[in-house]
């Protein structure tokens, strides 16, 4: 584990009713990084990322970002820390219009990397500005995928969580996607991403850690997962 990390999970466990999900999980994201969380479908990658929001219990074990535990804190206070989560549902404010959406995102007086504002949001994502004042409902699967990506990072975090951002989306969303997490990231974003598409996932991470059955089973760089036949077999083929 890295002596300085900004996130660090230590022997974390997480269960879902009897079912024990996550089996002392133990992961640091450093400053400045972006660390892909992969695996197969099951592995535990996305409860990991509820875990550390406070969305799933009960848990064990510790959550630090920069030092201070957060295990077993409400959600708003683990965001207002400075964590900020896109989950894979998206979970938009449906009745409210993009605006009213970004607005509900946006925080003051947190800790932050960078701070953001509507505007910047608009020019990541175009297609927004255009339906400023459409009810988030009305907007395609990867409209919301934006929204919500572009919600989160109105809380100004230090660190985003961020759940399978390209399920579902057309090339071009799916390029403005990864475009968008380098971007964040070069500003002083970390990241923890879990993708599926492993070619975006090599591309824009520094690190990557595989999951299977509930654990990290193996760390390194893209470079060296690509080189190891053994793990890509065992916890990444399908």
């Keep these: 584990m890295a002596e300085h990390a900004l996130l660090m999970l230590s022997d974390l466990h997480a269960h879902y009713g009897k079912s024990h999900i996550l089996h002392g999980v133990n992961f640091d994201l450093r400053k400045g990084e972006v ?5 197969r479908n099951g592995s535990g990658r996305s409860t990991t990322m509820k875990a550390v929001m406070g969305l ?16 077993g804190q409400r959600p708003y206070s683990i965001c207002r820390a400075g964590i900020g989560y896109v989950p894979e ?38 297609r927004l500005k255009e339906r400023r004042n459409t009810r988030a409902g009305s907007l395609s699967g990867g409209e919301q995928q934006m929204l919500t990506m572009c919600r989160s990072l109105l ?7 961020i759940d399978e951002p390209t399920e579902g989306l057309a090339p ?29 996932a090599l591309k824009v991470s520094h ?4 999951m299977g059955h509930g654990r990290i089973v193996f760390e390194g760089t893209p470079a060296e997962l ?13």
């Design 56 to 71: 799933v219990t009960p848990t064990s074990g510790e959550v630090r970002l920069n030092g201070r535990n957060l295990a």
């Design 155 to 161: 809380g100004n975090p230090l660190v985003m969580l």
């Design 207 to 210: 690190r990557v850690a595989v």
């Design 172 to 200: 071009m969303i799916v390029q403005q996607v990864g475009e968008m997490i380098t971007d964040i990231n070069r500003k002083g974003v970390s990241v923890v991403l879990v993708e599926q598409k492993l070619v975006i």
């Design 35 to 39: 660390v892909s969380l992969l695996g």
């Design 89 to 126: 549902e998206r979970e938009t404010f449906t009745n409210l219009t993009v605006e009213e959406n970004l607005q509900m995102g946006a925080q003051k007086g947190v800790a932050a990397a960078a701070h953001w504002t509507v505007d910047q949001m608009f020019d990541y994502f175009p």
């Design 226 to 238: 690509s080189a190891n036949s053994a793990v890509m077999d065992e916890w990444l083929a399908v």
